[in-house]
């Protein structure tokens, strides 16, 4: 068998089982016996070999020569020949199939035709192709001729042998003409010749097929792949800026030392305000972004204070919840949802003990409702819709699963597209990392510190007796979601709810006779606790 690869130079020249060969030079001596193989190769002007190859086998042996169409050259490098115009005369067969050109013949003479492509490499100064013959069973004798295009082809070198025990090539040459003569006698089985031709530069069109295998292929690491990344990681880099900032941003929107007067003064009167008339329980959940039972509990005062319920003690542990006003179209979705937690249609009243039973508040409504109201109003990021983050990142997402797709089947590049889609993925996954308080959600919260910072510095005393009441009330909310009701209520300790002509609060029972806050202020903090159980069982929604 006769088997051809690629050398370090470059082409192979491919020829048959047999070396290049031409009419036999005249010997004396007797043929010798065995498989005799006689070739004439012509190297045409297109670069491609053209073979004509006679074998003749004796009648006790057999031929087969194997050309593989695919030889590794190096550890990363492939080169590819290809075999056309295949023609056998006689008892022979020749095929191509799964990279291997292979030629059989059976005792007697055959003949094959046929041409090697993609042989001819430049190299500095020169063109070259090489040619590696090895035997796959003993060879009598080989003659073998080579026309080139060129008269100038000259021999590089030339060998035979086992690889690693090599002998110069005895009976090689080229004649003035150009024309090189090869004979060879008793070649054994394993042996190989080693063939290096030159020409002279442009003799013929250079078409080695060389490849460089760590090409994955369409998933290659190529130009436009690295560009892409390239793109990709600065994309991701601002991403990344985008996401710190707006984190500190967020951060630093509890922090400062700006002061927001609570009180409006018209004339002589006194209100309170809220920045952006804010409510308790959104001002709650834009301070740590989270829906605490604070937050609801704040709410349900607020409802008292604004004369939805009535707030009656019951002894130092229970409460009773009055409906005083339905719930209308000053409500908020969220606010009307607290109220149907605690007086559902059909209740008039209820105590806090009976709130109790397993089942009987559903905090998870009200928190949703909480949530989605500050997404209504923009204070909020909608996590749950589709945003143009997710629009977007969409896009990118399925524009580069496409384009992965259509660039592996055509030019390659495919990993752009992945690029893309990598791109999109993060795009998706960006509102998770960002701040979930909008631009106006972080202005609002700076002005709601503002604000609490303003009620801790306020005094019963800037206030008019016939206002002190209503500001206290109205403010005492507040300062519940920020844990500082005791405060607030010591501040207005000496407050006279009768000032206003109506004995006591006008939206907590049991304390009509007092001329101050003083048993309020003991009694208040455990209400609080007792509304903040009341909601402490499901988890925040926007998470």
Same mark, same amino acid.
């Given at each position: 068998?006769? $088997?051809?690869?690629?050398?370090?130079?470059?082409?192979?020249?491919?020829?048959?089982?047999?070396?290049?060969?031409?009419?036999?030079?005249?010997?004396?001596?007797?043929?010798?016996?065995?498989?005799?193989?006689?070739?004439?190769?012509?190297?045409?002007?297109?670069?491609?070999?053209?073979?004509?190859?006679?074998?003749?086998?004796?009648?006790?042996?057999?031929?087969?020569?194997?050309?593989?169409?695919?030889?590794?050259?190096?550890?990363?490098?492939?080169?590819?020949?290809?075999?056309?115009?295949?023609? +056998?005369?006689?008892?022979?067969?020749?095929?191509?199939?799964?990279?291997?050109?292979?030629?059989?013949?059976?005792?007697?003479?055959?003949?094959?035709?046929?041409?090697?492509?993609?042989?001819?490499?430049?190299?500095?100064?020169?063109?070259?192709?090489?040619?590696?013959?090895?035997?796959?069973?003993?060879? !009598?004798?080989?003659?073998? $001729?080579?026309?080139?295009?060129?008269?100038?082809?000259?021999?590089?070198?030339?060998?035979?042998?086992?690889?690693?025990?090599?002998?110069?090539?005895?009976?090689?040459?080229?004649? %003035?003409?150009?024309?090189?003569?090869?004979?060879?006698?008793?070649?054994?089985?394993?042996?190989?010749?080693?063939?290096?031709?030159?020409?002279?530069?442009?003799?013929?069109?250079?078409?080695?097929?060389?490849?460089?295998?760590?090409?994955?292929?369409?998933?290659?690491?190529?130009?436009?792949?690295?560009?892409?990344?390239?793109?990709?990681?600065?994309?991701?880099?601002?991403?990344?800026?985008? #996401?710190?900032?707006?984190?500190?941003?967020?951060?630093?929107?509890?922090?400062?030392?700006?002061?927001?007067?609570?009180?409006?003064?018209?004339?002589?009167?006194?209100?309170?305000?809220?920045?952006?008339?804010?409510?308790?329980?959104?001002?709650?959940?834009?301070?740590?972004?989270?829906?605490?039972?604070?937050?609801?509990?704040?709410? %349900?005062?607020?409802?008292? #204070?604004?004369?939805?319920?009535?707030?009656?003690?019951?002894?130092?542990?229970?409460?009773?919840?009055?409906?005083?006003?339905?719930?209308?179209?000053?409500?908020?979705?969220?606010?009307?949802?607290?109220?149907?937690?605690?007086?559902?249609?059909?209740?008039?009243?209820?105590?806090?003990?009976?709130?109790?039973?397993?089942?009987?508040?559903?905090?998870?409504?009200?928190?949703?409702?909480?949530?989605?109201?500050?997404? +209504?109003?923009?204070?909020?990021?909608?996590?749950?819709?589709?945003?143009? !983050?997710?629009?977007?990142?969409?896009?990118?997402?399925?524009?580069?699963?496409?384009?992965?797709?259509?660039?592996?089947? $055509?030019?390659?590049?495919?990993?752009?597209?992945? !690029?893309?889609?990598?791109?999109?993925?993060?795009?998706?996954?960006?509102?998770?990392?960002?701040?979930?308080?909008?631009?106006?959600?972080?202005?609002?919260?700076?002005?709601?510190?503002?604000?609490?910072?303003?009620?801790?510095?306020?005094?019963?005393?800037? %206030?008019?007796?016939?206002?002190?009441?209503?500001?206290?009330?109205?403010?005492?909310?507040?300062?519940?979601?920020?844990?500082?009701?005791?405060?607030?209520?010591?501040?207005?300790?000496?407050?006279?709810?009768?000032?206003?002509?109506?004995?006591?609060?006008?939206?907590?029972?049991?304390?009509?006779?007092?001329?101050?806050?003083?048993?309020?202020?003991?009694?208040?903090?455990?209400?609080?606790?007792?509304?903040?159980?009341?909601?402490?069982?499901?988890?925040?929604?926007?998470?």
């Amino acid at each position: 068998m006769l $088997t051809f690869r690629w050398g370090a130079l470059g082409a192979l020249l491919l020829a048959t089982a047999g070396l290049l060969a031409t009419a036999p030079i005249a010997h004396t001596q007797p043929a010798p016996t065995g498989v005799s193989i006689i070739a004439d190769l012509k190297l045409s002007r297109e670069g491609v070999l053209e073979v004509v190859e006679q074998v003749t086998v004796p009648q006790d042996g057999t031929f087969r020569m194997s050309l593989p169409l695919r030889l590794k050259v190096s550890d990363d490098v492939e080169r590819h020949f290809k075999v056309t115009d295949v023609d +056998t005369k006689g008892a022979g067969t020749a095929t191509v199939a799964n990279d291997q050109f292979t030629i059989e013949a059976k005792p007697g003479e055959s003949t094959f035709t046929y041409s090697v492509h993609n042989l001819v490499n430049d190299a500095p100064g020169s063109q070259v192709f090489n040619w590696l013959g090895v035997m796959g069973t003993d060879i !009598a004798s080989i003659s073998a $001729t080579l026309i080139s295009p060129s008269f100038e082809m000259g021999i590089v070198d030339c060998k035979l042998g086992q690889p690693g025990n090599t002998r110069p090539c005895a009976d090689v040459m080229t004649e %003035v003409d150009g024309v090189l003569h090869l004979e060879q006698t008793d070649l054994k089985k394993g042996e190989a010749i080693d063939l290096t031709l030159q020409l002279p530069p442009g003799s013929v069109p250079s078409n080695a097929d060389v490849r460089d295998t760590s090409d994955s292929g369409p998933f290659a690491i190529t130009t436009p792949v690295l560009i892409a990344f390239g793109v990709l990681l600065l994309a991701l880099a601002g991403m990344a800026a985008f #996401v710190l900032r707006a984190r500190r941003e967020n951060a630093a929107a509890g922090t400062g030392s700006e002061t927001l007067d609570p009180l409006v003064r018209d004339g002589e009167r006194v209100q309170f305000t809220s920045p952006d008339g804010v409510l308790p329980g959104e001002a709650g959940l834009l301070l740590d972004e989270h829906v605490d039972p604070v937050d609801i509990a704040a709410t %349900v005062v607020d409802l008292a #204070v604004r004369r939805y319920i009535w707030i009656t003690p019951l002894g130092e542990t229970d409460w009773r919840l009055t409906r005083v006003n339905a719930p209308d179209d000053q409500l908020r979705a969220y606010e009307k949802a607290v109220y149907a937690a605690l007086l559902p249609d059909g209740t008039d009243a209820v105590t806090i003990t009976e709130l109790r039973a397993p089942g009987r508040v559903q905090s998870g409504p009200v928190r949703a409702a909480l949530v989605a109201d500050a997404v +209504t109003r923009g204070t909020f990021s909608n996590r749950r819709g589709l945003g143009p !983050a997710t629009w977007l990142g969409g896009a990118l997402l399925v524009g580069g699963v496409a384009a992965t797709i259509a660039l592996a089947l $055509t030019s390659g590049h495919a990993l752009v597209g992945v !690029a893309i889609a990598l791109a999109g993925v993060a795009t998706l996954l960006l509102p998770k990392y960002l701040p979930v308080r909008t631009a106006h959600g972080l202005t609002l919260t700076r002005q709601i510190r503002a604000l609490q910072r303003g009620l801790e510095s306020t005094r019963r005393e800037q %206030v008019p007796p016939l206002d002190q009441e209503t500001v206290f009330s109205r403010a005492l909310p507040f300062m519940v979601i920020g844990g500082r009701a005791d405060n607030w209520i010591r501040a207005f300790r000496d407050l006279n709810p009768s000032a206003d002509s109506q004995p006591g609060l006008y939206w907590f029972g049991s304390f009509d006779r007092d001329r101050n806050l003083q048993r309020f202020a003991g009694h208040f903090p455990f209400f609080i606790t007792a509304l903040e159980g009341l909601f402490a069982k499901a988890g925040d929604p926007h998470r």
